[in-house]
């Protein structure tokens, strides 16, 4: 991916501009409340909030950026000025999550997407990475496996492909499945464990899709692989 001196430079006085902001933000609290009631323990108090804090100042420099910039569908160069903003949110996203790690339990993940502009409905289980959130809807009860990844970006040679990622009601993305931009995975459909579906692929309600490249194995009636025929119990 090509990096501009300007990108490093954007990245680190934003970055810079936050760390600035938490620290004051950890050394007024400390000195109110920390330092009076909790003594010699206040230090862990301080790296607790100082961590909370440069994560939400992240989640709020992210969010302020898309609406500078709104990085929607399509193909980017790599010498767009929309590149560049897209590379500062992302490493806003990772530095955000990062300090909020330790307050985003399983399930406070989803809350944490929302935060950076994901669209997220009730009773989802996150397990996996979503990257670029603002561009991923999840609907209620969708279901994200451990260690899948949902990304709705590509990069090809000299541009970067954004399109956005809608997992629909009751779906589920299996352990490990790798999910690309352009992608919709119907109602209650199941991507299986380790599949990777391809840009722009449209998996239809119910259905049942694996292997790499993924492809549809099984639709809504019809009976798993090997028991076609079976007897009724």
């Given at each position: 991916?090509?990096?501009?001196?300007?990108?490093?430079?954007?990245?680190?006085?934003?970055?810079?501009?936050l760390?600035?902001?938490?620290?004051?933000?950890?050394?007024?609290?400390?000195?109110?409340?920390?330092?009076?009631?909790?003594?010699?323990y206040?230090?862990?108090?301080?790296?607790?909030l100082?961590?909370?804090?440069?994560?939400?100042?992240?989640?709020?420099?992210?969010?302020?950026?898309?609406?500078?910039?709104?990085?929607?569908?399509?193909?980017?160069?790599?010498?767009?000025?929309?590149?560049?903003?897209?590379?500062?949110?992302?490493?806003?996203?990772?530095?955000?999550?990062?300090?909020?790690?330790p307050?985003?339990?399983?399930?406070?993940?989803?809350?944490?997407?929302?935060?950076?502009?994901?669209?997220?409905?009730?009773?989802?289980?996150?397990?996996?990475?979503?990257?670029?959130?603002?561009l991923?809807?999840?609907?209620?009860?969708?279901?994200?496996?451990?260690?899948?990844?949902?990304?709705?970006?590509?990069?090809?040679?000299?541009?970067i492909?954004?399109?956005?990622?809608?997992?629909?009601?009751?779906?589920?993305?299996?352990?490990?499945?790798?999910?690309?931009?352009?992608?919709?995975?119907?109602?209650?459909?199941?991507?299986?464990?380790?599949a990777?579906?391809?840009?722009g692929?449209?998996?239809?309600?119910?259905?049942?899709?694996?292997?790499?490249?993924?492809?549809?194995?099984?639709?809504?009636?019809?009976?798993?692989p090997?028991?076609?025929?079976?007897?009724?119990?």
């Open positions: 991916m090509k990096a501009h001196p300007l990108d490093y430079l954007f990245s680190t006085l934003a970055l810079g501009l760390l600035a902001l938490a620290l004051g933000a950890t050394a007024v609290f400390s000195s109110v409340f920390a330092r009076p009631f909790l003594g010699a206040h230090v862990l108090a301080d790296a607790l100082f961590l909370l804090a440069f994560g939400l100042l992240c989640a709020l420099g992210a969010r302020l950026l898309l609406r500078a910039y709104p990085l929607g569908e399509g193909l980017i160069a790599m010498d767009d000025p929309r590149f560049t903003a897209w590379k500062l949110y992302t490493v806003l996203y990772e530095f955000g999550c990062g300090a909020l790690k307050f985003t339990v399983m399930f406070f993940r989803p809350l944490l997407q929302v935060l950076f502009g994901a669209r997220i409905g009730r009773d989802v289980a996150l397990g996996g990475k979503l990257v670029d959130p603002h991923i809807r999840l609907e209620e009860g969708a279901i994200i496996g451990e260690g899948s990844v949902v990304t709705a970006h590509a990069i090809n040679s000299g541009s492909l954004l399109a956005p990622v809608l997992i629909r009601k009751g779906a589920t993305i299996g352990v490990g499945a790798v999910v690309y931009p352009g992608v919709t995975v119907g109602e209650h459909a199941v991507v299986a464990a380790n990777v579906v391809r840009s692929t449209s998996i239809a309600a119910g259905e049942f899709w694996g292997g790499v490249p993924a492809r549809c194995l099984r639709r809504p009636g019809e009976a798993p090997g028991q076609e025929g079976a007897p009724e119990a």
